[in-house]
Nanobody, 123 residues
Framework: QVQLVESGGGSVQAGGSLRLSCAVS????????TGWFRQGPGKEREFVGG????????YSADSVKGRFTISRDNAKNTMYLQMNSLKPEDTAVYSC????????????????WGQGTQVTVSS
């Protein structure tokens, strides 16, 4: 089993920045990819972006392209989400997840999840 722990959430004004971290532990050798998802108040869970643990390629949702950057520290088994130019509509609980099989935009392809961290963007 894989354990994931997010950190770095908080409150920020519109236009500001935050960096989220996702520390991955346990059977990390089984991880194919990790991803970030978010769920805003009254909204469905939404894919934000992810990174392959095999090739290192990243992929992200159109809604965050150009503002959010995903990276990974291989030595620390930690994935990051750098969020710039934040907007009030980015307010959500951000969760990271690990997939044993593939890089994917679908939450159904992820097996293990963190507990989530709250990001609040005020106007």
């Amino acid at each position: 089993q894989v354990q994931l722990v997010e950190s770095g959430g908080g409150s920020v004004q519109a236009g500001g920045s935050l960096r989220l971290s996702c520390a991955v532990s346990g059977r990390t050798s089984s991880v194919e990819a990790t991803g970030w998802f978010r769920q805003g108040p009254g909204k469905e869970r939404e894919f934000v972006g992810g990174i392959s643990w095999v090739g290192g390629g990243t992929y992200s949702a159109d809604s965050v392209k150009g503002r959010f950057t995903i990276s990974r520290d291989n030595a620390k088994n930690t994935m990051y989400l750098q969020m710039n130019s934040l907007k009030p509509e980015d307010t959500a609980v951000y969760s990271c997840a690990a997939s044993k099989y593939r890089t994917s935009y679908s939450s159904r392809d992820y097996d293990d999840w963190g507990q989530g961290t709250q990001v609040t963007v005020s106007s």
